[in-house]
């Protein structure tokens, strides 16, 4: 106060003497892996955060032939996603929530896709986050009832890509965007972690 009186113009403050809690946050780049398990065509995305608009690393559908066996589309699925960490080497994983099925056995079915790409990333050492359903569509197209085509379009706007993604990936990038955008800001309700 004196100094202000006299005169005298206080020094700057460098960044390291503010104490943390009123520093702004930065969150660090992350690398995430949007995956939206089924038997028949598992989609996935990955995109790159800490730029905007994100950076679409890679998409597609993990598509198994109706004749092929249950095992060996469990395999594919494995291995493909093995491929996807191995190549882009994410950060962090997102899948979509659990639903509610009619029928069992499309709900145990669902379940073993879903399991063998919990199994490969949890191998690979990631955290995994699910996101239900509604709450992604909410996120991404402002309404969680949503058409799959709306989902699609928007993650098309969103992330800059040339053509509409496949439906299967449109979900798997709409599951990664969500995360980082609940990762952006302040939220009162964690991501459930799995």
Request: proline residues 6%; positive net charge.
């Amino acid at each position: 106060m004196k100094n202000r009186v006299a005169g005298k113009i206080p020094r700057p403050v460098s960044e390291a003497s503010v104490p943390l809690t009123s520093r702004p946050a930065r969150r660090a780049p992350q690398i995430i892996l949007g995956v939206d398990p089924s038997l028949r065509g598992t989609g996935y995305g990955v995109i790159r955060t800490g730029v905007t608009p994100f950076v679409t690393l890679a998409q597609g559908t993990i598509v198994c032939p109706k004749d092929w066996e249950r095992s060996r589309c469990l395999a594919k699925i494995s291995a493909t996603l093995r491929e996807v960490l191995q190549t882009h080497q994410p950060t962090v994983c997102v899948v979509e929530g659990l639903f509610f099925a009619q029928n069992i056995k499309t709900a145990i079915i669902m379940g073993e896709a879903r399991g063998a790409a919990m199994a490969v990333v949890a191998e690979a050492g990631l955290d995994i986050y699910e996101i239900a359903t509604r709450k992604v569509k909410q996120a991404i197209v402002g309404y969680g009832a949503a058409q799959k085509i709306a989902v699609a379009k928007m993650v098309q706007r969103m992330l800059n890509l040339v053509e509409l993604p496949a439906p299967d990936a449109a979900d798997a990038l709409a599951l990664a965007l969500a995360h980082a955008q609940e990762n952006s800001r302040s939220v009162l309700t964690q991501p459930k972690k799995i």
